[in-house]
């Protein structure tokens, strides 16, 4: 079992630019949960999919970013015309289920940089 | 608005002492909590879950505690191994996602 895998690790952009962050679950899990993390900070909720559905979006900013999870493939976090602000890394986890008796699995993240 | 807080950002201990991490959460609806241990570079790892209708819950090395009457989580690391060394934090959920406390850096002393 794979677990989480997020790629790339590390993306660096020049503002303006856009950025894809892509996510796989782990087998089995259809739950997807996107998180944002600042430097030396805590990890804030951004948006939550299950395949081809947005389940809750609360945390994400309404302008240029977006998040998919299409039937087949991975989910994808789009952050479009990128801003300085938006530097951060990324978090995705997947659950198998989404009561919230059951934690999630993190990936590793993707570190995005916007110079 | 919901919110996980945590008393203590920096924690430093002696290798082999015992160390405990507080967290305080103010949404009363919380029924299941996480604690998390991220070490740099890395995502989050699961370490130890605990449901509202439990006050304490054991692990290896590490016990989680619940005092719902004053909303409080703590997490209790025994004989704290350099290993340990990470940033932890506790996470709540009362609806759909959790909400994650900002968390506290634990080095350890050798």
């Known amino acids: 079992n794979a677990g989480v895998m997020q790629n790339p690790r590390h993306l660096v952009r020049r503002r303006g630019q856009e950025a894809r962050l892509r996510c796989s679950p782990m087998k089995g899990h259809s739950h997807v949960y996107w998180y944002r993390q600042l430097p030396e900070e805590g990890l804030k909720f951004m948006v939550y999919?299950?395949?081809?559905?947005?389940?809750?979006e609360s945390g994400m900013p309404k302008e240029r970013f977006s998040a998919e999870f299409p039937k087949e493939g991975p989910s994808i976090l789009r952050i479009q015309q990128v801003v300085r602000g938006d530097s951060a890394a990324y978090f995705c986890?997947?659950?198998?289920?989404?009561?919230?008796?059951?934690?999630?699995?993190f990936g590793s993240g993707t570190r995005l940089t916007v110079v | 608005g919901e919110s996980v807080g945590l008393h203590l950002p920096t924690l430093s201990v002696q290798e082999g002492d015992n160390s405990i991490i507080n967290c305080a959460y103010s949404n009363s609806a919380s029924d299941y909590f996480i604690w998390y241990k991220q070490e740099s570079g890395k995502g989050p790892q699961f370490i130890i879950d605990i449901r509202s209708n439990m006050d304490k819950r054991q692990g290896q090395r590490v016990t989680v505690l619940l005092n719902k009457t004053v909303k409080h989580l703590s997490l209790q690391i025994a004989a704290t191994q350099p290993g340990d060394s990470a940033v932890y934090f506790c996470?709540?959920?009362?609806?759909?996602?959790?909400?994650f406390g900002p968390g506290t850096r634990l080095s350890v002393l050798p």
């Open positions: 996470a709540e959920n009362s609806g759909q996602n959790f909400v």
């Open positions: 986890a997947s659950s198998p289920s989404g009561q919230r008796n059951y934690g999630y699995t």
């Open positions: 999919l299950q395949k081809e559905n947005i389940i809750d």
